[in-house]
């Protein structure tokens, strides 16, 4: 079980993330909505401790997490895996190595200078990639894949960490829509058949209500709603979303939809 | 409302009258224009005699070119000339460039990254390497030659150790910015995975600047070979030395063969470092 307890995280006067208490059962599928600006990213950031809480605790199996530092932290995160919106891979290193860097925290100073990795984690890392349906790219460069192939690579490396926790930062907000039904269902696999507990950002209401088992709306910092998707009512999911509410609430909020708006502003221009 | 240019010319004093301003800044600049050129007029005959140019040294003195030019052109005794040194010369001033351009590169790799911002965020121990790198690129690999001569005596160590001595600090500068440049969200990426800072920068950093690295490198290499051949007429040995020797005794048609082979070789190491740097900056590394 892992458990916040009153987090805080303050950047110069303000509060991105405002007294946060939460828990996660194992094997959870937790969906964070809230408009932009609304702390979903702090609050992930400070459960790897990417980032240090100002105040309050992280504890997880009655480990205090927010207390961690040096070979504890790094063991923590090995842990507790991150993917990001923007994949963070190394691009110039193949599909297959950057699989494998979610075996650094069990190498050693010589092993990983030199890249050694064994057979048995190359082994790993392709069985990964298989089952994201990926082995034929391993040898690619990173850089040449595709944004969904490239979350697919992040979600594979973050599986040869042997995670307890996947935390997602809004893993399809820069993604087409087919490509990001593929990394959402991705995510439920892990988490339906590894019981991996997923904590994941999203930007929308009905990405969140397709694949996730609770949902945590945030406003301001704040936790402003936790419970069962199906208990999320029009009115509260209103009150995560303040004026933003139309936007986040329309099915397929994709780049596209919006195009409407940027073509009906040359309208100002009277025709003369 | 358009004027043919005959029309304008009846019209200037109209326009004159009316637009003064116009034709005074034409004749402003104008003036202007004249001073700055009779400035450089006085200034060059100024030098010319400072330096004691005059016309009949220069003419004499291309007239000696001439006859050096001739006697470079047409090779003589070709039969008798020193082969063996010279490519004795030639192979220890490419080894004095490599060798001091490796070791130069392979210590600025560790001293880069202690003196990038992004990675060594303590000011007080990054500015003593900061201002080393200064130290010792300010100082030009002939004057660190003529040092190391001292130091070590006449021959190609004194050159490996001034080549090496002046590009850690130009190639450490270079690579400290190529380290400041890199993109972190890859960084930050391996750091997710709970790697430790070495791992870090190993994985998520060194991918990114290795090409950089590489192809500065090479770039020197090529460029120290030129200035290997300058070290050698200062006694660190080499093609340089056979160069010196061959002008001393006015051998020009050896000094034309030497010249001619060091392009040549400039011009080869040229083609392969691009052929090298393509291939590494193209091709997936680990
Ligand atoms: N490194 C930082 N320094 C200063 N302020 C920050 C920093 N990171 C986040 N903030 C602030 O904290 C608040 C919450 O940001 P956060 O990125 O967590 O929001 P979010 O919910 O992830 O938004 P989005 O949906 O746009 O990603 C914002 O007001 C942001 O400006
Ligand atoms: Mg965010």
């Known amino acids: ?42 609050m992930l950031r400070l459960v790897n401790r990417l980032s240090d809480p100002t105040g309050g605790r992280i504890v997880c199996q009655g480990l205090e997490v927010s207390a961690l530092r040096g070979r504890a932290l790094m063991a923590w995160r090995a842990r507790c895996a991150m993917i990001f919106q923007q994949f963070n891979l190394v691009g110039r290193l193949d599909v297959l190595t950057n699989v494998l860097l979610g075996r650094l925290n069990k190498h050693g100073f010589a092993t990983s200078m030199l890249g050694r990795f ?29 944004g969904g192939q490239q979350q697919r690579v992040a979600i594979a490396k973050a599986l040869l960490q042997e995670p307890e926790i996947l935390l997602a930062d809004e893993p399809i907000a820069s993604l087409d829509p087919r490509n990001a039904q593929t990394v959402m269902e991705a995510l439920r696999r892990i988490n339906r058949e590894q019981g991996i507990t997923v904590l994941c ?11 996730c088992d609770r949902i945590v709306g945030m406003r301001q910092g704040r936790v402003v709603f936790d419970g069962p998707a199906a208990a999320l009512s029009d009115r509260q999911a209103r009150e995560i979303y303040g004026v933003a509410f139309d936007e986040a609430f329309h099915e397929a909020m994709t780049s596209t939809s919006l195009a409407p708006a940027v073509e009906r502003a040359p309208a100002l221009a009277p025709a003369a | 409302m358009s004027m043919t240019l005959a029309a304008a010319g009846t019209a200037v004093p109209a326009a004159r009258e009316r637009h003064p301003e116009v034709f005074a800044a034409a004749a402003r600049r104008k003036r202007r224009f004249q001073i700055a050129l009779l400035v450089l007029a006085a200034y060059l005959a100024w030098s010319c005699w400072l330096f ?10 291309l007239d000696k070119m001439a006859v050096v030019l001739r006697q470079m052109l047409v090779w003589k005794d070709m039969a008798s000339w020193d082969y063996a040194g010279i490519f004795e010369g030639l192979a220890q001033t ?40 200064d130290l010792l690129r300010g100082i030009d690999t002939l004057v660190w030659a003529l040092v190391f001569v001292r130091a070590v005596g006449l021959g190609p160590l004194a050159g490996v150790l001034a080549i090496m001595t ?56 090529e460029s120290n070979t030129r200035s290997a051949t300058v070290l050698g007429v ?53």
Request: charged content about 20%; proline content about 3%; overall charge positive.
């Open chain 1, 1 to 42: 079980m892992l458990t916040l307890d009153n987090l805080t995280k303050s950047f110069q006067g303000v509060r991105a993330v405002d007294g946060v208490s939460l828990s996660f059962e194992p094997g959870q599928m937790v969906g964070v909505i809230g408009a932009s600006g609304a702390g979903k990213s702090t």
């Open chain 1, 118 to 146: 064994s057979d048995a984690e190359r082994t790993m890392a392709l069985e990964a990639l298989d089952h994201l349906g990926l082995a034929q790219t391993a040898l690619q460069r990173a850089d040449t894949l595709s």
């Open chain 1, 201 to 211: 950002n999203l930007h929308t209401l009905d990405t969140a209500r397709a694949y």
């Open chain 2, 52 to 61: 004691e140019i005059t016309p009949a040294r220069v003419f004499g003195g």
């Open chain 2, 94 to 133: 490419l080894a004095m460039a490599f060798l001091g351009t490796l070791v130069a590169a392979l210590v600025a790799v560790p001293l880069g990254f202690l003196g990038a911002r992004n990675v060594n965020g303590v000011k007080l121990l990054r500015w003593p390497v900061r201002r080393l790198f």
């Open chain 2, 166 to 221: 002046s590009d850690t600090g130009t190639l450490g500068k270079l690579y400290a910015e190529a380290v400041e440049n890199v993109d972190r969200k890859p960084m930050e990426g391996v750091r997710a995975t709970g790697a430790n800072a070495f791992q870090e920068l190993r994985f998520g950093a060194l991918p990114q600047v290795l090409p950089v690295f590489l192809s500065q490198a090479l770039y020197f290499f």
């Open chain 2, 234 to 286: 200062v006694g660190a040995g080499g093609i340089g030395l056979q160069l010196s020797d061959r002008i001393r005794v006015q051998y020009w048609d050896q000094a034309c063969f030497i010249i001619v082979l060091i392009l040549l070789t400039v011009a080869i190491i040229d083609l392969l470092s691009r052929k090298i740097r393509e291939r590494f900056i193209g091709a997936p590394g680990t």
